[in-house]
């Protein structure tokens, strides 16, 4: 059974700060997404990564897949108020075809 | 504007009725999936289904059902079995089986109180 978690589960940071989520899961897969969540509200889509190595960027956010390591991260860069929300990571398990397996979601704060 | 559409936001039943949540796409998805997410929790998978008149229980099917009649449609009903309906419910869509990317794009959510 694949098992995705996530470290840590809640995190406060004060702006302008580097931190890095980590996802680890635990069967073979080369497709992973992360998602955000804000209170109340749907997930929306951040990257999409589908091999190893892959490393995606969006402003301050960066995603990266290690696939050989069952890892990936997710790096936040001179954190600001607005990115105060939960970051789930979601892994393909490629031995049911489309099915999604999440993460249990990072609760980020980000503080004056 | 294509996008996922569920109704109501907000849905009130008392205890012991089904009640039956909505979830419609236009993005020409083959496979549409409904998740139900409790507070402070990640999201667990109840139903999905890849393809019309077809569909597979997910992690935690008990005391749910769904149909899948019509691409664009995968309603979920909240049977009176389920022992704890309240809850967040989800409903996503992705292009389908067979392709490289699975992403999943999801609807704006409903959220279902039984007392």
């Known amino acids: 059974e694949l098992k995705v978690e996530q470290n840590p589960l809640f995190l406060s940071m004060q702006e302008g700060k580097n931190y890095t989520i980590y996802c680890n899961y635990s069967?073979?897969?080369?497709?992973l997404y992360w998602y955000r969540q804000d209170p109340g509200k749907s997930l929306e889509s951040l990257f999409v990564?589908?091999?190893?190595?892959a490393v995606k960027q969006e402003g301050r956010l960066m995603a990266s897949l290690d696939t050989k390591a069952r890892l990936s991260t997710l790096h936040i860069t001179a954190a600001v108020h607005d990115l105060s929300a939960t970051y789930f990571c979601?892994?393909?398990?490629?031995?049911?075809?489309?099915?999604?397996?999440f993460g249990t979601g990072t609760r980020l704060q980000v503080t004056l | 504007d294509g996008g996922i559409t569920q109704s109501p936001k907000y849905l009130f039943r008392k205890e012991g009725q089904n009640v039956t949540l909505s979830c419609e796409q236009n993005?020409?998805?083959?496979?549409m999936y409904w998740y139900r997410q409790d507070p402070g929790q990640g999201l667990r998978l109840i139903y999905y289904s890849q393809i019309v008149n077809d569909f597979q229980k997910g992690d935690i099917a008990e005391g749910y059902s769904v149909s899948r009649e019509k691409k664009e449609s995968f309603p979920l009903t909240v049977t009176s079995a389920q022992k704890n309906p309240t809850a967040f419910y989800l409903c996503a869509s992705s292009i389908g089986v067979g392709r490289v990317n699975y992403e999943q794009y999801f609807g704006p959510g409903t959220r279902l109180t039984v007392t």
């Open positions: 069967t073979t897969s080369d497709r």
């Open positions: 993005l020409n998805h083959d496979a």
């Open positions: 990564l589908l091999s190893n190595g």
């Open positions: 979601a892994v393909i398990n490629t031995g049911t075809a489309s099915k999604l397996t």
